[in-house]
């Protein structure tokens, strides 16, 4: 039968197929912000400092934005599903190193393993929604990608926090490993590119042969003519970078520092910006599909955002209830990040899509890939100056948060010069 005589696949196989997707970009998630909740396991059996756990747990940061071009540039030309296969199956290989290392040196490699591996789930993800769901829900599903994702860390926070005393840290990160593996598995048994391969009608129009085999730094350098792919890539930077950067380290120790909650007490509060943060993709995805405009709700995300960091940068003695509700509100703000990447894929030619979104994904990682290092540099700087030993400067928290909210600030900027494509492509 001809291609264009066949009808769309169904919802529930469509779904299906995402939500595999879905659950390795969960396993993602939850590895991305483990260290936030283990800092004193990874301290006491590593012997760390604070700069030198802001590098563990960035390490990830480092390959996860490495990998990102390539990965775009990998979905583009043999499609996602055996990209995904594959990352699901060095994901768990090193999650059980991370969670089984005897030196610093083997965490390091294992946490970057993992980094570089999962950095396949958004773009693959995403590829995967334009092919199987119709244009008009890209930005809902993307919403809800992410909403999937950030329950990873979620369950990285009060969950992972109850399995370790449980457990010890070492057997979770090790079932994780052997979690991700066994997706993996089903990826490749279920998964396909494009519904044509399994008999239905594609949503986006089959690419020309010669596009297909575009030299990839060839596709890298059209890709990159776009002046949109580079705006857009500096955006989530600081409004995803700053709430990742916060969440994934060095929230737990700013709310026991400042307001003298114990680890499960913070941890609770920074679950609630997860599930705050995954509450604004869906709202603002869904918003952006509504207006049919992505600078808009973008930008009223990166207001919120920058906000509560601007205000517990200056006001930090706020009574905890209010400290709570203003990270969750900026958690929230962050959200619209999700925007990002229907943004750029309607700024640049179709065949360059994945690439693009690659691209700002590695935006996405430049925030936490500085900011987590720089913080903690920041922090015993201050904890230097003012002799103190074994715990946190408050006045270095206040700077951090002052600092992310500078960050945040020139992504508003970015956005601001951006071009709105009113949520259609503006290459045919």
């Known amino acids: 039968m001809s291609p264009n005589h066949l009808s769309p696949p169904p919802l529930r196989m469509s779904f299906i197929i995402w939500s595999l997707a879905a659950a390795f970009y969960l396993f993602g998630f939850f590895q991305r912000v483990t260290p936030g909740v283990l800092t004193e396991e990874l301290s006491t059996t590593f012997d760390l400092s604070r700069a030198a756990l802001g590098n563990l747990s960035a390490f990830y940061f480092y390959f996860y934005a490495a990998m990102q071009i390539p990965v775009g540039l990998l979905v583009d030309r043999i499609g996602p599903r055996k990209i995904l296969t594959a990352g699901c199956m060095l994901g768990g290989i090193g999650a059980l190193m991370f969670g089984f290392a005897p030196t610093l040196g083997w965490a390091a490699v294992g946490r970057g393993l993992v980094g570089g591996s999962v950095a396949v789930a958004w773009v693959s993800m995403l590829m995967l929604v334009a092919q199987w769901f119709s244009p008009a829900r890209f930005a809902s599903m993307s919403g809800v990608s992410l909403a999937v994702g950030t329950m990873g860390a979620v369950l990285a926070g009060v969950p992972l926090r109850a399995l370790s005393d449980l457990f010890g840290w070492r057997m979770v990160m090790g079932a994780s490993g052997i979690i991700a593996i066994a997706l ?12 044509t391969q399994r008999g239905y009608k594609n949503h986006v129009a089959k690419r020309p042969a010669h596009e297909v085999t575009l030299p990839l730094l060839t596709a890298l350098g059209h890709t990159l003519r776009f002046p949109a792919v580079w705006l857009i890539f500096w955006i989530p930077s600081g409004v995803c970078g700053a709430i990742l950067t916060f969440t994934g380290l060095w929230g737990v120790p ?9 680890v499960k007490e913070a941890s609770l509060i920074i679950t609630g910006m997860l599930i705050a943060f995954a509450a604004g993709s869906l709202f603002f995805g869904a918003l952006s ?8 709700p973008y ?32 958690a929230f703000g962050g959200g619209s990040m999700v925007l990002s990447f229907g ?28 900011q987590q290092p720089v913080l903690g540099a920041i922090l015993d700087h201050y904890a230097a100056a003012e002799n103190i030993t074994g715990a946190y400067s408050k006045a270095g928290m206040t700077v951090c948060m002052l600092v992310l909210a500078v960050w945040v600030g020139t992504s508003i900027v970015s956005l601001m010069l951006s071009r709105e494509t009113h949520a259609k492509p503006r290459f045919a």
Do not use: C
Request: a positive charge; charged letters at 10%; proline letters at 6%.
């Open 254 to 262: 700013y709310l026991t520092t400042w307001h003298g909650l114990n």
């Open 289 to 296: 599909d509504k207006l049919k405009q992505r600078k808009l």
């Open 299 to 330: 930008f009223l995300g990166a207001i919120f955002s920058i906000s509560g960091f601007i205000i517990l940068g200056i006001q930090p003695e706020l009574p905890i209830a209010l400290v709570s509700v203003l990270l969750w509100a900026t």
């Open 184 to 195: 993996g598995l089903l990826i490749w048994i279920y998964v396909r590119d494009m519904p």
């Open 343 to 370: 943004y750029v894929k309607e700024s640049v030619p179709h065949h360059l899509g994945a690439t693009a979104v690659g691209i700002v994904n590695l935006g996405v990682m430049v925030g936490p890939l500085v």
